[in-house]
Nanobody, 115 residues
């Protein structure tokens, strides 16, 4: 099993930046894809960024050019750098680790962007 712990959320003004971290532990070798999702109140959980073990990175259009996902394999940590934040980016952000037969989630970290 994989355990995930997110950190780095908080309150920021529109136009500001935050960096989220996701520290992974456990069966790291089984992970094929790390990703960040977000869920705003009353809405579904949506993919924000993903990075595959081979290095492929994907973003939805809503964050492309503003958000950057990266990883530090030595620290078993994935980051989400968020720039030019907008009020509509307000949500709980979740880290996800997906393997062939596993799907782990962190507890979430709240990001609030004020206008």
């Amino acid at each position: 099993q994989v355990q995930l712990v997110e950190s780095g959320g908080g309150l920021v003004q529109a136009g500001g930046s935050l960096r989220l971290s996701c520290a992974a532990s456990g069966s790291i070798s089984s992970v094929r894809r790390m990703a960040w999702y977000r869920q705003a109140p009353g809405k579904e959980r949506d993919l924000v960024a993903s990075i595959w073990s081979g290095g492929t990175i994907n973003y939805p259009d809503s964050v492309k050019g503003r958000f950057t996902i990266s990883r530090d394999n030595a620290k078993n940590t994935v980051y989400l750098q968020m720039n030019s934040l907008k009020p509509e980016d307000t949500a709980v952000y979740y880290c996800n680790a997906r393997g062939l037969v596993s799907d782990a989630w962190g507890q979430g970290t709240l990001v609030t962007v004020s206008s």
